[in-house]
């Protein structure tokens, strides 16, 4: 198994420019999120999925857009990049017991936005 | 808010002796806590969870404690060797989907 892979590893873009962020995950897992990690900062929640074509809003939603389509597959957006997008974005996907969760990460995306 | 509170600075320690990390947050009861590690590079990679009920856990070198009344978890390495050397992350559940994570503590242990 890959686990939870993620493309492209690393992307330089110009204010204004769009990407899309691809995350796959072959362990048929039913939640997947993304995330991003900015220095001395948590992993801070973007957005996430609970279920193929479901989404929803963490804490940092703005000037993001994601889509699940698939099942193993959760995208990430960005329309319009700014600087401030400038991270480290990291998926992750998990399944839910009767009382807890543990998350799986991908290797991340270093994503420079000029 | 929530907030978890994780020692911003590095812990420097020798090999062979016993790493302590401490994780606090506040305005929170967690059902369950849990420890990831992260090595440069790459993403985090879970380690340990323990429950509100549980008091402390152990997995072959590591052990972790959850205090619920002092709103802390400590996570320790014994026996530490350098290729222990990597940041740590606490991470609470804060119920529904979603985890909040402390921006972790990097450990070096000098051979």
């Known amino acids: 198994n890959a686990g939870v892979t993620q493309t492209p590893k690393f992307r330089v873009l110009k204010t204004g420019q769009s990407m899309t962020l691809l995350c796959a995950q072959d362990m048929n897992h039913e939640y997947m999120y993304w995330y991003r990690q900015d220095p001395g900062m948590g992993l801070r929640l973007i957005h996430y999925?609970?279920?193929?074509?479901?989404?929803a809003k963490g804490e940092v939603p703005d000037g993001y857009n994601v889509s699940r389509l698939k099942k193993q597959n959760f995208l990430l957006g960005l329309e319009s990049a700014a600087p401030s997008q400038t991270s480290v974005y990291f998926c992750?996907?998990?399944?839910?017991?009767?009382?807890?969760?543990?998350?799986?990460f991908g290797p991340g995306t270093r994503l420079l936005v000029l | 808010s929530q907030k978890i509170e994780q020692n911003s600075e590095a812990l420097n320690i020798q090999e062979g002796k016993t790493a302590t990390l401490t994780c606090n947050y506040t305005?929170?009861?967690?059902?369950?806590l849990q420890w990831y590690r992260q090595d440069p590079g790459r993403g985090p990679v879970f380690l340990l969870l323990?429950?509100?009920?549980?008091k402390e856990k152990r997995k072959e070198r590591l052990k972790v404690t959850f205090d619920t009344t002092l709103k802390q978890s400590l996570f320790h390495i014994t026996a530490s060797q350098p290729a222990d050397s990597a940041t740590y992350l606490c991470?609470?559940?804060?119920?529904?989907?979603?985890?909040?994570f402390g921006a972790g503590t990097r450990l070096f242990v000098k051979a």
């Open positions: 305005n929170y009861s967690p059902a369950y």
């Open positions: 992750a996907s998990s399944y839910r017991l009767a009382d807890s969760e543990t998350q799986y």
């Open positions: 999925s609970v279920g193929e074509g479901t989404t």
């Open positions: 323990i429950r509100e009920n549980e």
């Open positions: 991470a609470l559940d804060t119920g529904g989907f979603k985890t909040i």
